[in-house]
């Protein structure tokens, strides 16, 4: 079997990955000093993630018909150097509301990133290649995850602003894809009445409606509990630097590399729907023993559990949705699925805020094992196990 890591527009596409997941991985060390750098409250620094997310509620339906319409390219390439140059200029806010505008524009071009990335694997292989594939980019995001927040805390040692500067990242791969990159591209046919419609009635199945809950439920774990508010219980209850909160998130993304590597193996042995009820417990496991360990290494071990949920989750959602999905409405399925990723990664910071605010941490991290628990049903009661 060919080895499809080695595929030229593959690699692209995980150039693609490690900025979809840059704009908010490489600043989580920073939060607790840029908390004290811009006087900012912790109940309120949430809104440095979910002004970054909500253009992705707010264009996340066009940027995935376009995607389909126009091309992929034609909406990649812009959208990397928008994510770099707003990116950069976040370095040179001198207050919250300067920082708070760039990130919005930040993530303006952010938003098409995580839509056109799995769309373009679905794109490019079938049947087990592509849950090969979807595994192999899980990996990659891993290791942006976990190496990200690892540079991130480094570069916040010489200030909070410093890890805005890696962004830059993003304008010599999209000069890069412009020359180089060959992915197909869909074949625009029919009205786009005719193209709205045929992937509305796709999308009303119970299958793809549990996958798009699924998705909701991931992300609100992730952007609430463990973006926004493991960082603060690290630092608060053990007093941990931001390269030690940057250790923590490289083991997490580490566990998550290793599980997403094997997915196809494991999907072929086990199926979909018993990955994403592993992943379930595996969340639950880990939001139930996070704010109880008793010194800040302890943390490792839900650490790992969580790791290991995302590893087998996500990938397993991807490919599932680019698998049922045609390729001229690809792009709408993804984006009806990143839209929910973006509503997630922008109400869980403010929503678990809330909670914080009320009920303290400890509540925090329960609200994950509330959403655990739903993902399990959802795995066991509304989804079916699709065939390479």
Not at 86 to 106: D, S, T
Not at 165 to 186: C, K, Q, R, S, Y
Not at 349 to 365: E, K, R, S, T
Request: proline letters at 6%; a positive charge.
């Amino acid at each position: 079997m060919r080895k499809i890591y080695l595929d030229k527009n593959l690699q692209f596409v995980f150039g693609v990955t490690l900025m979809a997941v840059l704009g908010v991985s490489s600043i989580i060390p920073a939060l607790p000093d840029l908390i004290t750098g811009l006087q900012f409250t912790p109940a309120k620094i949430g809104l440095v993630i979910s002004v970054f997310t909500l253009p992705g509620v707010l264009f996340a339906p066009v940027v995935g018909i376009m995607a389909d319409r126009v091309g992929r390219k034609a909406i990649l390439i812009p959208s990397l150097f928008v994510f770099g140059g707003f990116g950069c200029a976040c370095f040179f806010a001198q207050n919250i509301e300067q920082l708070l505008v760039l990130r919005f524009l930040q993530g303006m071009g952010a938003a098409p990133l995580g839509v056109i990335y799995g769309t373009m694997i679905g794109d490019m292989y079938q049947g087990r290649e592509r849950g090969q594939a979807m595994g192999y980019n899980a990996s990659v995001l891993a290791m942006g995850t976990a190496g990200f927040p690892a540079l991130g805390g480094v570069l916040a040692l010489l200030g909070w602003n410093y890890p805005f500067l890696l962004p830059l990242l993003a304008i010599p791969l999209g000069v890069a894809i412009i020359f180089n990159m060959d992915a197909p591209e869909p074949k625009s046919t029919g009205s786009l009445k005719d193209y709205m419609a045929d992937a509305l009635r796709q999308m009303k199945t119970r299958q793809v409606l549990s996958l798009f809950a699924t998705t909701l439920l991931t992300f609100i774990i992730l952007y609430g509990p463990i973006v926004t508010y493991l960082p603060l219980l690290l630092d608060t209850r053990y007093g941990a630097s931001p390269a030690s909160i940057g250790m923590i998130f490289l083991v997490a993304s580490g566990f998550s590399g290793i599980a997403s590597f094997q997915l196809g193996k494991l999907a072929e042995r086990f199926g979909q729907r018993a990955l994403l009820a592993a992943a379930s417990v595996f969340y639950g496991l880990s939001m139930v023993l996070m704010p109880h360990a008793p010194g800040m290494w302890h943390v490792i071990v839900p650490v790992i559990f969580f790791g290991l949920a995302q590893g087998l989750n996500i990938p397993t959602i991807m490919t599932m949705l680019t698998s049922i999905a045609p390729m001229e409405q690809r792009g709408a399925f993804m984006a009806a699925n990143g839209l929910l990723l973006r509503l997630a990664q922008t109400i869980a910071p403010i929503f678990m805020g809330m909670i914080y605010a009320l009920f303290g941490m400890d509540a925090v991290f329960y609200g994950g094992v509330v959403c655990a628990f739903a993902i399990l049903l959802l795995a066991l009661l509304g989804v079916k196990n699709i065939k390479a």
